[in-house]
Nanobody, 122 residues
Framework: QVQLVESGGGLVQAGGSLRLSCAAS????????MGWFRQAPGKEREFVAR????????YFADSVKGRFTISRDNAKNTVYLQMNSLKPEDTAVYYC???????????????WGQGTQVTVSS
């Protein structure tokens, strides 16, 4: 069992930056690949970024490539999402999730956090 708690969301102007954190409980954090997803009102949950168990491999949605980075600290059981050059269309609730499979499909993720709101004003 893994419990995930996101933090770091908030209100930011377009062009600004935010850093989201996701703290995981348990001693098996390094066994899971981690992902970030987001869901805007009236839209489906969409993949944002994911990172392998070791942190060596990262993957991004085209919409955030070059602006967002994902990293993890297995010693701290934490995964991060650094978001730069934010746009109003990045406004959404952001979720972190854990999976034993390397996949951008949210249905492949076993554990989810409660989400953190990110609002980008124009």
């Amino acid at each position: 069992q893994v419990q995930l708690v996101e933090s770091g969301g908030g209100l930011v102007q377009a062009g600004g930056s935010l850093r989201l954190s996701c703290a995981a409980s348990g001693r098996t954090f390094s066994m899971y690949a981690m992902g970030w997803f987001r869901q805007a009102p009236g839209k489906e949950r969409e993949f944002v970024a994911r990172i392998s168990r070791s942190g060596i491999s990262t993957y991004f949605a085209d919409s955030v490539k070059g602006r967002f980075t994902i990293s993890r600290d297995n010693a701290k059981n934490t995964v991060y999402l650094q978001m730069n050059s934010l746009k109003p269309e990045d406004t959404a609730v952001y979720y972190c999730a854990a999976t034993t499979r390397g996949s951008p499909n949210p249905f492949d993720y076993d554990y989810w956090g409660q989400g953190t709101q990110v609002t980008v004003s124009s």
